[in-house]
């Protein structure tokens, strides 16, 4: 019933929605926002750097931030993000801490965030940071994470990831003194413990940076072997945005649910989004004297009196077989509740039974949580193992959340894959395929097959070949969308113009030219005539019985066949020029729209 379409959309906002299916007890979780807090070690030590073209440490890490920021402008502008500095002579934080300044707590990122940030940056920002903030001798470590904590435990949202991002080129920071050391490291272990996570990102010190002496207990190795992150101070502004990076690219998880086997037997999972289509972020409408965000409202009215009607004084209705059908508000609530959001298993089918034309949009990633059910990746890892050894996919039912329809998908099973450096390239779950239901399938009509010779087919080989590149899709930005965020920027951050950005899918023209040579030209020869002009409208084929002004399609449908496809169901599958073309031949006056000519046909088999 696709005139029921709009019902399933999803109203309200976002959280909103997590937070009733959180408190009506169902069985999976929604993820919530992304927050992340840089703390710089701001002591005299960081803004030398050893040689003078060389950036300082401190400079490099301001660069980082900067990027992130902007980054996450464009790609998650509701995370939230922070800045700290510690071992600063002025202190500015919620519980008074010696040595700890807060410059900006946890917040969506904007322009006034990264216009404050670029004021630290190269010899001006190192003066604006001495008047400012100034250097300290003296801090805790412990106490710098506790106030981190504090800033976390002062966000009123849900948040999925909680992290800090630490910079400092100080490999030994209470090398003096043991009990604030120990200190630091029981913060520590209780942040881990709370679901805070560390990164370091240590940069160069003279000497060499050892990370034994004091941060090894602090963070967890295990995570930067996973992201392929090895344990290098960064002495170049590009190592250490690429170690950024990869820290701040987190795996987030789109939603927690039960996968079950049978009745009795039941795994959480989580689903991952690993490709999304971007879109410009809609314009947001203001009121023109005040600049103010301003809401749309809907209101209902009825045609006749012109009075305003509430939701209870509206129904909703279907035509269907020329019937109007009406139905309650609880009838259509009925309608949109399907299942409780989950998997559920049907069966298994051979790998090979999966087409390149089954393909629906891209698939989703599954992989064990312990969230729910203990015990699920070991569950998990056995099915996976042997989905691999026998070659089959699991087909299960999949409903992603409340008030959404089912879909049918398929769980297809990924070996895990390293690299030469032992590094995990693919990691091992199950690829969620969604596939399509019998309704969505359509049949297209097969010209004729003009074989080539083998001459030309040859020279094509040899085009082919001669264009072949290594291809990468993430090298490939949209230049619509980079063009349009690098004109906002320009306008948030009052440059005198933006960023030209470059269109990477035009075709290399003069390289293919070059590369090709007089092969393009041969082809034309082989396969068009002498006369050939691609510029130039050529002559419209003539199918073959059929005269230069016969536009209709021949359709071959016997009475028969249309009485079994009413029988069946199946007559809306038939396109609409061929139900007119049946009308016709019957003489039946059936409308222009296609629920019109099936009702006319169907009342004419079944009289």
């Not at 049946?582 to 296609?594: F, H, N, T």
Request: charged share 30%; proline share 5%.
């Amino acid at each position: 019933m696709s005139g029921w379409e709009s019902y399933y959309k999803n109203e309200g906002d976002e959280e909103e929605e997590e937070e009733e299916s959180l408190e009506a007890g169902g069985e999976y979780k929604y993820s919530g926002r992304d927050s992340l807090i840089f703390l710089v070690d701001a002591s005299k030590a960081m803004f030398k750097s050893q040689d003078e073209d060389e950036w300082t440490p401190f400079d490099m890490s301001i660069q980082c931030i900067q990027s992130v920021y902007t980054n996450k402008i464009i790609s998650s502008d509701r995370d939230l993000l922070a800045v700290v500095f510690y071992g600063t002579e002025k202190d500015k934080n919620s519980v008074n801490f010696k040595n700890i300044y807060v410059l900006q707590e946890l917040d969506n990122p904007g322009a006034k965030r990264v216009q404050e940030l670029d004021q630290f940056k190269g010899q001006r920002g190192k003066k604006h940071f001495q008047d400012l903030i100034g250097h300290g001798r003296d801090y805790s470590l412990s106490e710098v994470l506790w106030v981190c904590a504090n800033l976390f435990s002062d966000v009123q949202f849900k948040m999925s990831h909680k992290r800090i991002m630490l910079f400092t080129n100080e490999d030994d920071p209470h090398g003096n003194d043991s009990a604030k050391a120990s200190r630091a490291r029981t913060k520590a272990g209780d942040l881990r413990d709370t679901g805070i996570f560390l990164d370091l990102m240590h940069l160069k010190k003279p000497g060499g940076f050892d990370i034994s002496l004091f941060y090894r207990d602090i963070i967890s190795m295990a995570e930067d072997e996973d992201l392929g992150v090895h344990f290098e101070e960064s002495s170049k502004l590009e190592d250490l945005l690429r170690k950024v990076r990869a820290k701040e690219t987190r795996k987030r998880v789109l939603s927690r649910l039960k996968l079950k086997l049978n009745k009795d037997t039941a795994l959480t999972v989580g689903i991952y989004n690993m490709v999304q289509k971007a879109f410009k972020p809609p314009p947001i409408r203001l009121y023109r004297e005040t600049n103010e965000p301003v809401k749309t409202k809907t209101r209902t009215f009825n045609v006749n009196t012109g009075s305003l009607l509430l939701p209870s004084d509206t129904k909703r209705s279907q035509i269907y077989a020329s019937r109007q059908i009406v139905l309650e508000k609880e009838e259509t609530e009925q309608l949109r509740r399907f299942d409780e959001p989950g998997l559920i298993l049907i069966g298994f089918k051979p790998l090979i039974m999966l087409k390149k034309h089954h393909y629906l949009r891209p698939s989703l990633f599954v992989y064990p949580e312990e969230s729910l059910v203990n015990g699920s990746s070991t569950l998990f890892n056995a099915l996976l193992i042997k989905c691999l050894e026998k070659q089959v996919m699991a087909v299960c039912r999949y409903t992603p959340r409340q008030n959404i329809p089912p879909y049918f998908v398929a769980l297809m099973p990924q070996e895990e894959e390293l690299d030469d450096q032992k590094i995990q390239v693919t990691p091992p779950g199950f690829q969620l395929v969604f596939l399509p239901y019998a309704d969505d399938k359509r049949k297209v009509p097969v010209t004729e097959k003009v074989e080539a010779n083998p001459e030309q087919v040859d020279k094509m080989k040899a085009i082919v070949q001669k264009l072949r590149f290594k291809y990468r899709s993430d090298s490939f930005e949209n230049p619509v969308l980079q063009q349009h965020f690098r004109n906002l920027e320009a306008l948030a951050l009052d440059l005198m113009e933006p960023e030209p950005a470059a269109d990477l899918t035009l075709p290399k023209v003069e390289a293919m030219d070059k590369r090709l040579g007089r092969l393009v030209d041969e082809l034309k020869e082989l396969v068009y005539p002498p006369d050939y002009n691609p510029e130039g409208k050529g002559p419209k084929r003539k199918q073959d019985g059929e005269g230069s002004g016969s536009k209709r399609p021949k359709v071959e449908l016997s009475k028969e066949e249309l009485k079994a496809h009413i029988s069946k169901g199946t007559l809306g599958k038939l396109t609409v020029p061929m139900l007119k073309e049946a009308c016709r031949v019957y003489g039946l006056k059936g409308g222009l729209k296609k629920q019109e000519l099936l009702d006319t046909l169907t009342r004419h088999f079944q009289d």
